[in-house]
């Protein structure tokens, strides 16, 4: 590392380039003694500092722990292909099924069937009719008809 970019020399290069920043008469440093910037709060602030990084640190372990519980859920490749066999498999299947034509004639045939009360109606008409031919050949053998 050149002596331009080693981190004793890293606040005079900040603090160099930036011309908006006044400096203390008397050297490069805050307190005007020619060396690094010095803060007299700087303890407190560092302080602050690590508190804030350690929360940040607790924020990326959480967010680790629910990435590998997303990760431990997801659909890998291999899933996905399983399932789209399966897809493929249920639409063969599928095909040889029924479709809406096929059900529609279906249903077509089963409302031209007669139903109960036509059955019944007939059955009646028959058996009215059956009882007037036995009749009428039952008067027609005492009669000598027959």
Request: hydrophobic share 35%; no cysteine.
């Amino acid at each position: 590392m050149s002596k331009d970019h080693d981190l004793s020399n890293i606040f005079h290069l900040v603090y160099d380039n930036d011309k908006s920043k006044t400096k203390k008469s008397g050297g490069d440093g805050v307190d005007g003694s020619g060396g690094p910037p010095h803060d007299p709060d700087m303890d407190r602030r560092v302080g602050a500092l690590e508190t804030k990084v350690d929360g940040i640190k607790d924020t990326l372990s959480a967010i680790r722990e629910t990435l590998a519980e997303i990760k431990s859920s997801t659909a890998t490749k291999d899933d996905i292909a399983a399932i789209s066999a399966n897809i493929s498999e249920i639409k063969g299947e599928l095909t040889a099924k029924a479709t809406a034509a096929n059900v529609a004639e279906i249903k077509g045939r089963v409302d031209a069937l007669p139903t109960t009360a036509k059955i019944v109606t007939i059955g009646s008409g028959l058996t009215l009719f059956g009882g007037i031919l036995a009749a009428l050949y039952h008067a027609g053998v005492s009669h000598g008809l027959f």
